[in-house]
């Protein structure tokens, strides 16, 4: 079993991301689960003064559930052409005690979703290029939801059957990438 957790960028109750990020666990094959981080509000900005030997709950919470999942699944949306500061914060926290991170090495993929019509492509790469600064081993396969409030059908499912395949693709590529790689290969 390889074990994605999945974190939405949004603050906000009824987000298109998360509805993303649940339909991506919905459609995941059989042996990867997807499991979710659901305290990003919770969250304090970063401040290296409140890091140390006692951060705060919810970071030490964001960090183990890191340590404990295989992978890492994010869905932003789009804030003024980058993520929202919320994931900022999480990516920052994830990111330390440098060298020693639950980010450092652990496989990442990125998607996003908009209610505009790119689908959050700038702050899927602004989110890429600060994981991988973060120590991630961050795969460039995406998902780009436009118009993600007429994306989905009554039951939370997308309507669109390439999106769908998409992010099935997503996911397994990155389940692969969490595969340990045989001696010798
Ligand atoms: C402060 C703010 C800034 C935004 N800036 C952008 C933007 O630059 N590009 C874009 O495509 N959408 C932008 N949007 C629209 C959001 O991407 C859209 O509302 C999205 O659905 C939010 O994600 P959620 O549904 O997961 O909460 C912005 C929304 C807010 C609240």
Known sequence: MTT????????????????????AAELAPDDIEITFFDELGGLPHYDPDIDGDDPPEAATALREAL???DALLVSTPEYNGSIPGALKDAIDWGSRPFGASALSGKPAA??????GGYGAVWAQQDA?????IAGARVIEDGVALGRAHEAFDDTGRLRSQEHAQGLVAVVERLAQAAQPVAAGS
């Open 4 to 23: 994605i957790l999945a974190i939405s960028g949004s603050l906000r109750d009824a987000s298109h991301n998360h509805a993303l990020l649940r339909h």
């Open 67 to 69: 340590s404990r999942a």
């Open 110 to 115: 990125v998607i996003g979703a908009t209610t």
């Open 128 to 132: 890429r290029k600060a994981l991988g």
